[in-house]
């Protein structure tokens, strides 16, 4: 673990005069989204921003709305069966896990306005989108080669200059054994729970002890260690949008969107080492809501051909949201003392119990998330084929976090800007029309928007006890679809394969090997409708 990270921190430690909780990653989940809405959408891989006349072109381009040209209600829903495949240096593990997604409901309606004017349509619409669903599970098992977690516990207690040796004596009255500091913020908790249960001693503070002499950060070498989590929870978007048809060349629209966030993700992690073991549980969930608006235009620049242009931007996302954490930390480790007496200890500590915080602990605060920009092109072939191509792009190193007095967590955003990059995202996608039926083929590709050196920063008086994170590199999402066509009803299917890869370390240690993580997901989702 690299010094120069851990004394940043003690240097900043006035800027930090709250508890802190969320961190970089906690942020990013909240940004990374699904490809999700109408089958035909999804069908066509999300490349509809050009062509139009899909309910879900309002979270992308909200012009594509302004092609309506009659009244449209439709709801959609799926099933999702998630693979998640961990490959460490002991070998490689897999994990299965089953859910059912609401992905679309809404309603267009198309307001004509004349045939020769101007402005020929004023389109209302409404629609709630399935953003993000979080279900999924993991498993892995690794070779530490002699680091541990606890090296962050030690490191973390190292780096504040607030903690002394006096602090891990067992019988010091304002000691950590003796005193309930799980409501101050001066000391985080990683560093009070490795001392509560023997993990870090007074020896990882460094120097010379009873004529020994000791690094700093020193902790006790680990074997091997096991990490399981489960995520569970969502990210619900409802639009709210107006669109305008300009002699049926110029397209314009606005969006307004609300999110509804609740993610919760439960983990364990366990490690073995020379006289001991240890098993520390995190809770951690965040809700909370937020807003943007999205602004789009699509022009048809050749009066005979159905070629067009599209160009759209979202404001940054606010998120007002609330992290709640809690840890229980169970421990068995051999002791020695001075005259080389051993026994084992065995310790507990829940921060949830009367014994440490006393329920949950949670933190508000307000997330800025970056702004988002969208080209896009779209036409057709004839009268049966449709093709549609766009961009997309938004840096995740323009993340920005603020308490809860609107004070700028200015650590973290700049660990943000350090760590983070811009997300690319391309969408292609076909239909090809036979009479009533409808043939539709789709790909998605993204960026992880992650450095390939980014690393978890947990700050030295941080709340937050999840010290496991990963890197995503890039996902793919393949997609076909089907669909039929009346006079009013319509119906169509689509099914979705996606997969996404990342680097997985269950804590930070610049020696510690990443697991190779991939994130395999099957949806097959249909949408009922009527055009009328």
């Not at 509804?260 to 020379?274: A, H, K, M, P």
């Not at 004839?382 to 766009?390: I, N, R, V």
């Not at 395999?520 to 009328?532: A, E, Q, S």
Request: hydrophobic residues 35%.
């Amino acid at each position: 673990m690299k010094r120069n990270r851990y004394y940043l921190f003690a240097a900043l430690l006035p800027a930090l005069a709250s508890m802190q909780a969320q961190t970089t990653y906690e942020a990013t989940a909240l940004l990374d989204t699904d490809l999700s809405g109408t089958a035909r959408y999804v069908g066509m891989g999300g490349a509809m921003s050009a062509l139009g006349a899909d309910m879900s072109t309002m979270g992308t381009n909200p012009a594509g709305t302004a092609l309506y040209r009659s009244w449209d209600v439709a709801m959609s829903f799926g099933g999702n069966w998630v693979t998640q495949h961990t490959q460490s240096n002991l070998g490689g593990n897999r994990s299965f896990s089953s859910y059912g997604s609401m992905d679309n409901a809404g309603v267009v309606i198309a307001n004509k306005k004349s045939n020769e004017n101007i402005l020929r349509f004023v389109n209302f619409g409404v629609n709630y989108r399935n953003v993000k669903r979080f279900g999924g599970k993991m498993n892995t098992v690794s070779d530490l080669n002699g680091l541990s977690q606890t090296g962050q516990m030690a490191w973390q207690a190292f780096s504040n200059q607030d903690v002394f040796y006096e602090d891990f004596d067992y019988n010091d009255e304002k000691g950590f054994f003796k005193e309930n500091y799980y409501h101050d913020s001066w000391v985080g908790w990683l560093t009070l729970m490795g001392a509560q249960s023997y993990l870090i001693d007074e020896t990882s503070l460094g120097g010379t002890i009873d004529g020994v002499e000791y690094p700093d950060g020193n902790y006790y070498p680990s074997y091997s260690n096991t990490y399981r989590e489960m995520l569970s929870g969502g990210i619900d978007a409802y639009d709210f949008n107006l669109s305008f048809n300009l002699i049926d060349a110029v397209y314009l629209g606005v969006t307004f969107t609300t999110y509804d966030v609740d993610r919760s993700l439960e983990s364990t992690y366990g490690e073995e080492f020379d006289g001991g073991n240890y098993t520390l549980q995190n809770f951690y969930r965040t809700t909370g809501s937020g807003y943007d608006f999205k602004f789009g235009a699509i022009l048809r620049p050749f009066e005979e051909s159905s070629f067009r242009i599209g160009v759209s931007a979202t404001t940054p996302t606010i998120y007002t949201l609330r992290d709640y954490n809690s840890a229980i930390l169970t421990s068995s480790v051999t002791l020695r003392d001075p005259s080389g007496y051993e026994w084992v200890e065995t310790t507990e500590i829940d921060t949830y119990k009367d014994n440490a915080f006393g329920g949950d602990c949670y933190t508000d605060y307000t997330m800025i998330a970056p702004a988002k920009i969208n080209v896009s092109l779209g036409g057709t072939v004839g009268t049966s084929l449709a093709l549609g191509a766009e961009y997309e792009y938004t840096n995740y190193g323009n993340i920005s976090l603020y308490d809860e007095n609107g004070n700028e967590n200015t650590v973290m955003n700049e660990h943000t800007a350090d760590n983070f990059t811009g997300q690319h995202t391309l969408r292609v996608g076909a239909e090809k029309t036979f009479g009533m039926f409808y043939t539709r083929l789709g790909y998605n590709y993204q960026t992880g928007g992650y450095k390939s050196s980014a690393w978890k920063m947990i700050p030295i008086n941080s709340v937050q006890t999840n010290t496991a994170y990963a890197n995503i590199k890039s996902t793919s999402n393949y997609t076909l679809g089907v669909g039929l066509r009346g006079d009013v009803f319509y119906a169509d299917a689509a099914l979705l394969y996606s997969n996404q890869s990342a680097d997985f370390y269950a804590f930070d240690d610049p020696g510690l090997q990443a697991i190779s993580q991939n994130r395999g997901l099957l949806k097959g989702m249909m949408t009922v409708g009527l055009r009328f």
